[in-house]
């Protein structure tokens, strides 16, 4: 096996995990989650050579967001719902289920455009410049997405963004 | 805690499941398949500048000779490895064959990357239209099966896709064995299948208009008649197979498949 294949061998066995969480919260799906984890690291393998000295976890990251993201850029996968959950955001969440239940579901009453802004800018932490280059989208557009998801979620808009989680990732380099 | 900051935490606590062991092997395979495609397109790309010019040069020096021969619609419908490309409904059929020169590399008289007659070159993406033998004596009535497939360095086809009948005769008149596009490994792969019988135009219908396929005769076996649709066609419906006069052929089995 040469240098490289090495190199990404424990590039992808430390990062695959982290890619099917990232896909699941954008998909919801567990099983299209994995298989857009396995894409994601068969088109990083595919670049290697190129990206292996730069940050190869947000090329990957980038490519699990745009395959996921493709989708909903087709007409018949493209749907917007207006509804808000039937329920406000639980106070306590000291219940592991409930919280999961209540993140998927509450994920799921976004729009496609929507639910990406959310997971890019809250769970990434990607500042808006970087999830509006991610998604083709302009900034206007990504604050917009940002608002009314926020809204949807009911959540406060204008709410102070944490500082840098331990998870934080960093920009996309396309 | 405020509200976002429960979202965060509720979108970085661990999922319900377990993350799959992902196949490391499968990933590089593939991932090598795709580089490999990228190079060869890189240099196809360039070759195409050269039978460009060469086509051109021809023809400039046609028309010094002999005036009328050359059709410019010829350098227009060029596409990857200097064949007719497949740039949406068309109605002429490809002459994009040619004999294959790799030989099976495998030794086995039957299988997916063992080509039987010419490989045709769709023009898209590099993908390769062929058919292989199949010897399985749970398909009595079935003795080959249409492959789209990808070229490595060394210009051996490799499928992606394989499709056959199995059901009935292979050789029926009619449509068989048709396979959606589908995503392979990150490859969105094209429509294809085959017919038998005298086809001269094939159609089908996506998102409310009709679409035509591209086809190819079968070296083999003229009867056979392979045939794909552009990328992004959409999902596909209504096979319908035409002949010389316009007339609609036998459908045989003119579903659309996937998997």
Known sequence: MARGDDEFVE??????ARLQHVAYLLTGNRHEAEDAAQTALVRTYAAWQRIRRNDAYAYARTVLANLITDQWRRPYREYATEELPDRPVPRDLADDVTRRRWLIGALDRLSPRERAVIVLR??????????????????????SLNSRGLAKLRLEADAPVPTPRKNQESGARR | MTNLDDLKDA???????????????????????????????????????????LVGGAQFAGHLTAGNQGSPAQVANQGEDGQPASNGAASTPPTNTRPTTAPPTDGSPTGVDTVLGDVVHTGINGWLV????I?????PNTHFAVNLGLAEPDGTPTSVVATNENEGSDRSAGFHATEAAMNVNGEVTLAFGYYVGPAERITATAGGETVTAKHATWSEDPSVVMFWFDLGTGDLSGLTAYGSDGEKLEPGKNEVGVG
């Open chain 1, 11 to 16: 590039f992808a066995t430390a990062s695959s």
């Open chain 1, 122 to 143: 809250h769970y990434l932490d990607l500042p808006e410049t970087e999830v509006a280059r991610e998604l083709s989208l302009s900034v206007g557009t990504i604050k």
């Open chain 2, 11 to 53: 979108m970085a606590a661990p999922p319900d499941f377990v993350p799959r062991q992902i196949d490391l092997g499968t990933v590089m395979a593939a991932g090598g398949r795709v580089r490999r495609r990228r190079r060869l397109a890189v240099s196809t790309a360039s070759g195409l500048a050269v039978v460009a010019l």
């Open chain 2, 130 to 133: 062929y058919a292989s033998p």
């Open chain 2, 135 to 139: 010897d399985n004596a749970s398909l």
